[in-house]
């Protein structure tokens, strides 16, 4: 038989292979069913490449946001949030219980986590599934009936139905990403972008509200939550001999009428969630002031209106900053210069000097970088390259975007061969793997 040297053709062959390539559990293999046009190809499953991912098939995917070498969480197809790894090193099991919520008034169980139905293998053989999930997970809160996912990197765009409801909700996930400007693109950076739209015949009241435990505490001393401008930081202190342990994340909005509860209820086991979502369920809101320590969470709380088929955007922004790790490789570290120290730093500590200014400059440049990376994304997406060819590139791009990828204090970067769970593997950049890779020289040839 003859044999197909095509290279056209070899790359259609490969270019699906690529998909599970990436160094977390990125995007699964198919979607819904459809009949393609004439002369599309589609990938293994029915999907046409490039279009949504629903149904069984969006119980997969992990979407990376963050910067190059700055940590990431992952935007789940659901909605959900996981693999928060913002501690210089992969976190692929953890999921901390935070999450968005909306509440309409004068509907009986009117309220919903922002997110679709929680798949069955999270809840069934998984670390810590026995106890409700890793850090007290949410999964026994209703949810919206339906997801759908649709990645445009590094976009990524979630739409939420339930019949029961008169709202369309459609979520948008991103973080900056432009060639040549190497900067931007490794900012500890996230937003989700809720929009809500009035399906009903009449004048609806809501409650937007977004939900988190502080993941960031390091044991018994140290944390906090506390007060930013529409928002709320989650803190750990530095433990003596410990100051890797030191972190804030910051989870705000741009409304002027949020209202912000700095401390959850402090009770046992589940009884600070509980207390949350009763909140929630009963379309209230919150407003406690910061406490000195042991806040086990914070709540921020939107309330609107919307008129029938009215659309509202609520922009929740992120940001996260641990300025120290415990990380060398090689020699013990003692020989550390001032422009490096003797562990592992990452550059964005360079940068800026603390959370509250990591959140100041997102919120005073968010707009420019949002245009500038849609630039990016929509000249992607409409190249002429095959379209397997653009999923598979698109898949391979979020490897910068992970814990496999570091940027150190003095804006050199480097990378791990790949992630493991919670560590990475073969280090120094090894060229048996990153010789062979094409987007760092093309897209930031500085680095």
Known sequence: MKKSNNRRFFLKNIAVAYLGATTIPAIA??????TPLPG???????????ETYSGKYNNRIAFPVGGIGAGMFCLEGTGAISHMSVHH??????????????????????????EGSVPDWKKFGQRDAGLGGTSGATW???????STFNARFPFADIRLRDNALPLQVAIKGWSPFTPGDEDHASMPFGALEYQFTNTGTKPEEYIFSYHARNFMRQGDAGNSVKAMPQ??????????DAPEKKGQFAIFTTEPATIVDHCWFRGGWFDPLTMSWNTVKAGE???????EKDAPGGSLYVPFRLQPGEKKVIRLMMTWYVPDSKLHIGDSPGGGTPATGKYYRPWYSSRFKDVEEAAAYWSGHYDELYRQTSLFTNTFYKSTLPPEVLEAVAANL???????????????FWCWEGSGDNWGSC????????NYAQAVPHLFPAL
Request: hydrophobic letters at 40%; a positive charge.
């Open 140 to 146: 026994g809160l209703p949810r919206f009936n339906e």
């Open 29 to 34: 293999l198919a979607a819904k069913e459809e």
């Open 398 to 412: 979020t490897i910068l975007k992970s814990a496999t990828v570091m940027r150190q204090y003095d804006g050199r």
């Open 285 to 291: 809101t919150r407003n406690t002031a910061p406490v």
């Open 89 to 114: 090193n992969p976190e692929m099991f953890y999921e901390p219980a935070m999450f968005a919520a909306i509440s309409i008034k004068g509907i009986p169980d009117g309220a919903r986590v922002l």
């Open 40 to 50: 599309e190809k589609k990938a293994p499953g029915g999907r046409r490449f490039n």
């Open 427 to 434: 280090h120094g950049t090894c060229t048996h793997v990153w």
């Open 231 to 240: 928002g709320f930081v989650l803190s750990q202190e530095a433990i003596p």
